[in-house]
């Protein structure tokens, strides 16, 4: 007796699609809450780490570190931490730059040390970077991007670490 060849039939194949269809729908949101909530946890890591090494430094010194090009670890914290650290920003495609500003600069109010973050592609935050600094603000400040430590600023982000 001869075998008959079964093949899948239309209806089969589009039932698979749709289930398919189905759980890619929901999973992929998921995938991205959870990937934009890990890229606010390295960046919140990171300001925290660089904080505690700038008060350090000031502790051990008298002295607060130097200001910096954007992307440069300041080279008195080298001691203090990891310069890697100063990489990790890169998940959103953002800029660490440390401030030490002796005057009222850059929105900034007072004389202050901080820590500001910036689009590396355009200069200009996005959606997504907005809802990634929220995600940091919420974890180390007062969950609002316009008040607290952590901020909005028209060139980026900016995190204040001491006032002078």
């Known amino acids: 007796m001869a075998r008959v060849a079964r093949a899948f039939t239309l209806v089969e194949l589009i039932a698979v699609i749709v ?3 189905i759980l890619a729908g929901v999973a992929v949101p998921r995938f991205f809450s959870y990937s ?3 890229r606010a ?3 919140a890591s990171s300001f925290k780490v660089i904080g505690r090494a700038v008060i350090a430094y000031q502790r051990d010194n008298g002295r607060w570190p130097e200001d ?3 992307s440069v670890c300041p080279p008195e914290l080298r001691a203090y931490m990891e ?3 100063w990489l990790n ?6 800029d660490l730059d440390f401030e030490n500003w002796d005057a009222a600069e850059w929105e900034q109010p007072t004389p202050a040390v901080g820590i500001s973050l910036r689009s590396s592609m355009t200069g200009i935050p996005t959606t997504d970077h907005a809802e990634v600094m929220l995600l940091v603000d919420q974890q180390i400040d007062d969950g609002n991007l316009t008040t607290g430590r952590v901020q909005r600023r ?3 982000y900016y995190m204040l670490i001491a006032n002078k």
């Open 19 to 21: 289930v398919l269809a």
């Open 36 to 38: 934009t909530q890990a």
């Open 41 to 43: 946890a390295s960046i």
């Open 68 to 70: 910096v090009n954007p």
């Open 83 to 85: 310069p890697e650290i």
């Open 89 to 94: 920003p890169t998940t959103v495609q953002m």
């Open 154 to 156: 028209t060139y980026g």
